[in-house]
């Protein structure tokens, strides 16, 4: 296959030297020298980064050429603990930068932001997950958190959490402001680090699902997907045709069920709390039929590496199709009256904007992304089965702002009922048992298919990312998981400016980032 010097490939091919047993996409490592070319190339905007780990003495970068849909691996060993700065080019690598060096103790040079960031300082060990965790001082005591100075006259600053009011995650909020306009917003997460990674590393494949499952519970069919495809990937396997199928139901489920959550939210914090009892309706139904179909309102460990722990329901097939045409009935009339309630389009026109070149600079997908101008959706580039034999389209606005943002997931609403009618009506069988369902196993780990994996999946909120590495005892060597909101969350930070203090949750439920899926 002929490689354009100037590709992606072409240009990691000649900085760097070809991994084996990395699939579905290579893998390079390469040398310091070879590092900073690819830095000084990727100053210029070339390239989206869609992910950048580390482990006890190396550091990789996964990039992807968004024309040709071209990914690769970038990896650097760290034999002194230090590599140059990603995130000096890159605004988007800081916060992974700052969870690298928490983690695993590397240092990135010349980095613009050395502060901690999963690490709060209550930790009995610095490094926890470096080849030599350096014990804490005991007992550890944390240090005030050095927030980022801000002059001008008239500035007062108001901190919001990390405990809110409601089930609402933790997280720390840190406005400042001249009179009700926020000057600058910066936020403090990492307070339900569950040390997932970690907790990853020596247990069997079919075990760690269960963990990447509980990533983020809102992303739960997801974060299962891209994990079972990435040790797929990794060991060669081919997951049977039905359950490929099954897969694409639950994740349509899954992003139907979060958009109508996430519409009533918005509106309620717009003072509007009809539309949030009657979104909650429409999503009570799609969770309803998720239980009848797989037993679990949020299907969670009902994708396993090698295919699904069950099959649908022998109803739920009617189901999903009765499902779809109740939503095709109820939810149009619900979206006329937001477009016609001009009280709520007075607080969503105009709030809360992200730019199209603030977007295309920290990679953003989902619906913040589709909002501001990118077309980007893992289920078309790179693709993945089924979604390369079914027909739908990819929303996109310009204008960036909440009421977009409200917008692409209504239209992703109405794709996603299409999808779950084609799939229905499509979906290959397979044999039943004397109870209806027909459980398909785990296709076994052996030596010979020891390897490593990666897969990029489209959650509700954007691409899901999973990297395993899988060892020749079965059992998960490391593991990355990067939910879309790493790279949603900054730029929630931007949408706030210059705008007021009241309309922060407003913003905030426009994006709805998972604290949970960002802090591992």
Same mark, same amino acid.
């Given at each position: 296959?002929?490689?354009?010097?100037?590709?992606?490939?072409?240009?990691?091919?000649?900085?760097?030297?070809?991994?084996?047993?990395?699939?579905?996409?290579?893998?390079?490592?390469?040398?310091?020298?070879g590092?900073?070319?690819?830095?000084?190339?990727?100053?210029?905007?070339?390239?989206?980064?869609?992910?950048?780990?580390?482990?006890?003495?190396?550091?990789?970068?996964?990039?992807?050429?968004?024309?040709?849909?071209?990914?690769?691996?970038?990896?650097?060993?760290?034999?002194?603990?230090?590599?140059?700065?990603?995130?000096?080019?890159?605004p988007?690598?800081?916060?992974?930068?700052?969870?690298?060096?928490?983690?695993?103790?590397?240092?990135?040079?010349?980095?613009?932001?050395?502060?901690?960031?999963?690490?709060?300082?209550?930790?009995?060990?610095?490094?926890?997950?470096?080849?030599?965790?350096?014990?804490?001082?005991?007992?550890?005591?944390?240090?005030?958190?050095?927030?980022?100075?801000?002059?001008?006259?008239?500035?007062?600053?108001?901190?919001?959490?990390?405990?809110?009011?409601g089930?609402?995650?933790?997280?720390?909020?840190?406005?400042?402001?001249?009179?009700?306009?926020?000057?600058?917003?910066?936020e403090?997460?990492?307070?339900?680090?569950?040390?997932?990674?970690?907790?990853?590393?020596?247990?069997?494949?079919?075990?760690?699902?269960?963990?990447?499952?509980?990533?983020?519970?809102?992303?739960?069919?997801?974060?299962?997907?891209?994990?079972?495809?990435?040790?797929?990937?990794?060991?060669?396997?081919?997951?049977?045709?039905?359950?490929?199928?099954?897969?694409?139901?639950?994740?349509?489920?899954?992003?139907?069920?979060?958009?109508?959550?996430?519409?009533?939210?918005?509106?309620?914090?717009?003072?509007?709390?009809f539309?949030?009892?009657?979104?909650?309706?429409?999503?009570?139904?799609?969770?309803?039929?998720?239980?009848?179909?797989?037993?679990?309102?949020?299907?969670?460990?009902r994708i396993?590496?090698?295919?699904?722990?069950?099959?649908?329901?022998?109803?739920?097939?009617?189901?999903?199709?009765?499902?779809?045409?109740?939503?095709?009935?109820?939810?149009?009339?619900?979206?006329?009256?937001?477009?016609?309630?001009?009280?709520?389009?007075?607080?969503?026109?105009?709030?809360?904007?992200?730019?199209?070149?603030l977007?295309? *600079?920290? !990679? %953003?997908? @989902?619906? $913040?992304? =589709?909002?501001?101008? +990118?077309?980007?959706?893992?289920?078309?580039? &790179?693709?993945?089965?089924?979604?390369d034999?079914?027909?739908?389209?990819?929303?996109?606005?310009?204008?960036?702002?909440?009421?977009?943002?409200?917008?692409?997931?209504?239209?992703?609403?109405?794709?996603?009922?299409?999808?779950?009618?084609?799939?229905?009506?499509?979906?290959?069988?397979?044999?039943?048992?004397?109870?209806?369902?027909?459980?398909?196993?785990?296709?076994?780990?052996?030596?010979?298919?020891?390897?490593?994996g990666?897969?990029l999946?489209?959650?509700?909120?954007?691409?899901?990312?999973?990297?395993? *590495?899988? !060892? %020749?005892? @079965?059992? $998960?060597? =490391?593991?990355?998981? +990067?939910?879309?909101?790493?790279?949603?969350? &900054?730029?929630?930070?931007?949408?706030?400016?210059?705008?007021?203090?009241?309309?922060?949750?407003?913003?905030?439920?426009?994006?709805?980032?998972?604290?949970?899926?960002?802090?591992?």
């Amino acid at each position: 296959m002929h490689v354009e010097e100037d590709s992606l490939h072409g240009v990691l091919g000649r900085i760097g030297r070809p991994v084996a047993d990395h699939r579905p996409w290579p893998r390079y490592t390469t040398t310091p020298d070879g590092w900073r070319a690819l830095l000084d190339t990727l100053a210029g905007n070339r390239w989206t980064l869609v992910g950048l780990w580390g482990e006890p003495g190396a550091v990789h970068v996964a990039l992807r050429e968004d024309l040709s849909g071209d990914l690769g691996v970038v990896s650097l060993d760290c034999p002194d603990g230090r590599f140059p700065s990603v995130g000096a080019v890159r605004p988007a690598a800081i916060r992974p930068e700052r969870v690298i060096r928490d983690l695993f103790g590397l240092v990135p040079e010349g980095a613009p932001d050395g502060r901690p960031w999963l690490d709060h300082g209550v930790w009995g060990v610095r490094a926890p997950l470096a080849a030599a965790p350096v014990p804490a001082a005991a007992p550890p005591l944390p240090e005030p958190y050095p927030v980022l100075p801000v002059e001008g006259e008239g500035l007062h600053q108001i901190p919001v959490g990390p405990v809110h009011a409601g089930i609402i995650e933790p997280g720390h909020f840190r406005f400042t402001a001249n009179g009700e306009t926020v000057v600058r917003l910066e936020e403090r997460l990492g307070y339900v680090h569950k040390g997932i990674e970690g907790l990853m590393r020596g247990r069997t494949v079919a075990d760690a699902a269960r963990l990447a499952a509980r990533l983020s519970g809102d992303s739960t069919v997801a974060g299962s997907l891209a994990y079972a495809r990435a040790v797929e990937a990794a060991l060669e396997v081919t997951p049977p045709p039905r359950a490929v199928w099954l897969r694409a139901l639950m994740a349509e489920l899954e992003r139907i069920a979060n958009h109508l959550g996430d519409i009533g939210a918005i509106c309620n914090d717009a003072a509007f709390a009809f539309m949030l009892a009657e979104m909650g309706r429409l999503r009570e139904a799609v969770l309803s039929t998720a239980d009848a179909c797989f037993g679990h309102r949020l299907m969670m460990d009902r994708i396993v590496p090698g295919g699904v722990a069950v099959d649908i329901a022998p109803d739920g097939p009617a189901r999903v199709l009765e499902l779809a045409a109740e939503l095709r009935r109820r939810f149009p009339p619900l979206v006329r009256i937001y477009d016609d309630k001009a009280s709520l389009q007075d607080r969503t026109v105009g709030t809360g904007t992200v730019s199209v070149g603030l977007a295309n *600079r920290f !990679g %953003a997908g @989902g619906h $913040v992304g =589709r909002a501001s101008g +990118r077309g980007g959706d893992a289920r078309r580039s &790179p693709s993945y089965p089924p979604y390369d034999d079914l027909e739908f389209e990819v929303p996109v606005l310009t204008e960036g702002d909440v009421n977009a943002r409200v917008w692409i997931r209504i239209r992703e609403v109405e794709q996603s009922l299409g999808l779950l009618e084609q799939i229905v009506r499509r979906m290959p069988g397979v044999p039943r048992d004397v109870a209806g369902t027909t459980p398909l196993p785990l296709v076994p780990v052996t030596a010979d298919r020891a390897g490593e994996g990666m897969a990029l999946v489209e959650a509700f909120r954007g691409e899901m990312l999973v990297w395993v *590495r899988v !060892g %020749a005892d @079965g059992t $998960v060597d =490391r593991c990355h998981l +990067r939910d879309a909101s790493w790279f949603q969350w &900054p730029l929630l930070e931007a949408a706030i400016e210059g705008n007021i203090v009241a309309d922060f949750p407003l913003c905030n439920k426009s994006f709805n980032c998972s604290y949970s899926g960002h802090d591992l």
